[in-house]
């Protein structure tokens, strides 16, 4: 079973700071996506992270695909009440014939004006 | 410009009662999929559909059924519902160029908000 790990599962902040959500998992993955839900929606796509050591920038988002391709962060300078909602972390794996895309459970980030 | 369309967007079940929730794309998308989304838990796949004509079980599978009409629509359907099934459920669809359909950015419908009392 290949498992994502989201830490913090919660994040409440001010207007200004920087925060950093985490995936991490034991297996491999061939790609990684973020995606970003508000409520009342679906998720959308942020970044998919292919390349080993990999980062991505949009705006003041910084995306980073772990050397071993096992984990990955996001990191977001002077948060703004618009970054608030649910922040997912989705693994692609392939193995011999077995392929899935497992999502971790996500990191609700409040922040506050 | 609709993307992917979920009908309907609420719904109230008694147990036993059967439904099928409708999902269209209209990106021209080979692969669609089936989610559940429940506190804490994550979205877990019910069932995935990779093209046209084939159908996969996912992780959480039990209970229901899907069915890939034509390139364009994936119904799911609950035959006898439970309480345990009250979740929001989201379709998603995507392309599957090169590297495969589990590599390929999802595209989510808005959800179904289904109760089961």
């Given at each position: 079973?290949?498992?994502?790990?989201?830490?913090?599962?919660?994040?409440?902040?001010?207007?200004?700071?920087?925060?950093?959500?985490?995936?991490?998992?034991?297996?491999?993955?061939?790609?990684?996506?973020?995606?970003?839900?508000?409520?009342?929606?679906?998720?959308?796509?942020?970044?998919?992270?292919?390349?080993?050591?990999?980062?991505?920038?949009?705006?003041?988002?910084?995306?980073q695909f772990g050397d071993a391709r096992k984990d990955s962060s996001l990191h977001i300078t002077a948060a703004q009440p618009g970054?608030?909602?649910?922040?997912?972390?989705?693994?692609?794996?392939?193995?011999?014939?077995?392929?899935?895309?497992?999502?971790?459970?996500?990191?609700?980030?409040?922040?506050?004006? | 410009?609709?993307?992917?369309?979920?009908?309907?967007?609420?719904?109230?079940?008694?147990?036993?009662?059967?439904?099928?929730?409708?999902?269209?794309?209209?990106?021209?998308?080979?692969?669609?999929?089936?989610?559940?989304?429940?506190?804490?838990?994550?979205?877990?796949?019910?069932?995935?559909?990779?093209?046209?004509?084939?159908?996969?079980?996912?992780?959480?599978?039990?209970?229901?059924?899907?069915?890939?009409?034509?390139?364009?629509?994936f119904s799911l359907r609950l035959e006898s519902a439970a309480p345990s099934q009250t979740s929001v459920y989201f379709c998603a669809?995507?392309?599957?160029?090169?590297?495969g359909w589990f590599n390929q950015p999802q595209h989510f419908g808005d959800g179904t908000r289904l109760s089961i009392l």
């Amino acid at each position: 079973t290949q498992l994502l790990e989201q830490s913090p599962q919660f994040l409440s902040i001010q207007e200004g700071e920087n925060l950093t959500v985490y995936c991490n998992s034991s297996s491999v993955f061939s790609s990684l996506q973020w995606y970003r839900q508000e409520p009342g929606e679906g998720p959308v796509l942020l970044v998919t992270v292919v390349t080993g050591g990999e980062v991505k920038k949009l705006k003041r988002l910084t995306f980073q695909f772990g050397d071993a391709r096992k984990d990955s962060s996001l990191h977001i300078t002077a948060a703004q009440p618009g970054d608030t909602g649910l922040y997912l972390c989705a693994g692609a794996y392939s193995g011999g014939s077995n392929y899935k895309l497992t999502f971790g459970k996500g990191t609700l980030l409040t922040v506050n004006p | 410009n609709a993307g992917v369309t979920q009908t309907p967007k609420f719904q109230v079940l008694k147990t036993g009662q059967s439904m099928t929730l409708q999902c269209a794309q209209d990106m021209n998308h080979n692969s669609m999929y089936w989610y559940r989304q429940d506190p804490g838990m994550g979205l877990r796949l019910i069932y995935y559909s990779a093209s046209e004509g084939t159908t996969d079980k996912g992780e959480v599978p039990n209970g229901y059924n899907v069915s890939r009409l034509n390139k364009r629509e994936f119904s799911l359907r609950l035959e006898s519902a439970a309480p345990s099934q009250t979740s929001v459920y989201f379709c998603a669809s995507s392309g599957s160029r090169d590297r495969g359909w589990f590599n390929q950015p999802q595209h989510f419908g808005d959800g179904t908000r289904l109760s089961i009392l």
